[in-house]
C-alpha cells in the first residue's frame, strides 16, 4: 500500500492542470448532454464506458437523430484515430507494468499521453503505478465533471440555445493549441487542407467523415517525416526539461 501512496502523492501535482480543464470541459458536457435531453446518470455513463472526450461531444449530435451505426462506427474511428500512435509511442513505457496494463490502455487520453510521455517518475517511485495513478486521476475527474455538469443541466431553466457552441469551440482550441507548437505545424495545415477538399467534393452536410479518413491517411503516410528524427515521446520530455 506504500508504493501506492507514494505514486499516488507523486501524480497529482502533475494532473492538477489536467484537473482544471476538465472539471469546464465535463461540466459543458453534461451540461450539454442534459440540454437534448439525457439526464446526469447518462453522461456520468458515457464518461465511465466511452471516455472518449472529443468523441462524446461528437456522439451527442449522434444521438439526436436517426442512429446509423455505420456512420457512428467510421466517426469515432476517425475522431479516435490518433490513439493508434499514441498506443504505438507508450510501447517502452508501458513496459512492465503487469495488470495495470488493461487500465493504462483504456484510461489513455490526449492529457494522460502527455504527461506520462513528458515525466518519468523518481526512482523511488513505482513507474507502473505512477502511471496509473495520473490515468486514474484524469479518468475520474472527466466522470465526476459529466455528472456534475448533468446535475447542474438538470436544474438550469432558462433557454440553452447555442450552447453546442461548446463543441466547436473545443475544436478550434485544440486547433490553436497544435498552431502554437512551431515544431510542426504541417498536420495543422493537412487537415485544413483535407477539410477544405472534402467540402468542395462531398458538400457541407457530409464532409466530416470523408475529411478525416483523407487526414488519417495522409498522415499515416507521412508520419515518419512529420515526427522527424524524435518520436513523440522524446520531444515531450526534452521540452519539459527545457522548461523546467
Known sequence: MEKQIKALRAAVPHTVPVIVGFLFLGIAYGVLM?????????SFLMSLIGFCGSMQFVAIGLLCVSF?????????????ARHLFYGISMLSKYKGTGKLKVFLIYWLCDET?????????????DKGWFYFCVSFINYAVWALSSLLGGLIGDLITFDTEG?????????????????KEKRNRMPAVIGMACS???ILIFGPEKFIIPAMI????VLSIG?????GEKNVCTYLQEKQQSSS
Open 34 to 42: 442534459s440540454a437534448n435531453g439525457y439526464s446526469a446518470i447518462w
Open 68 to 80: 446509423n451505426p455505420m456512420q457512428a462506427f467510421l466517426m469515432a474511428l476517425m475522431v479516435n
Open 113 to 125: 499521453f502527455s504527461i506520462n510521455c513528458s515525466f518519468t517518475p523518481p526512482e523511488s517511485v
Open 163 to 179: 450552447i453546442d457552441f461548446a463543441l466547436t469551440a473545443l475544436f478550434v482550441v485544440i486547433f490553436l493549441n497544435g498552431w
Open 196 to 198: 477544405i477538399v472534402s
Open 214 to 217: 483523407m487526414l488519417l491517411v
Open 223 to 227: 508520419r515518419n517525416r512529420l515526427e
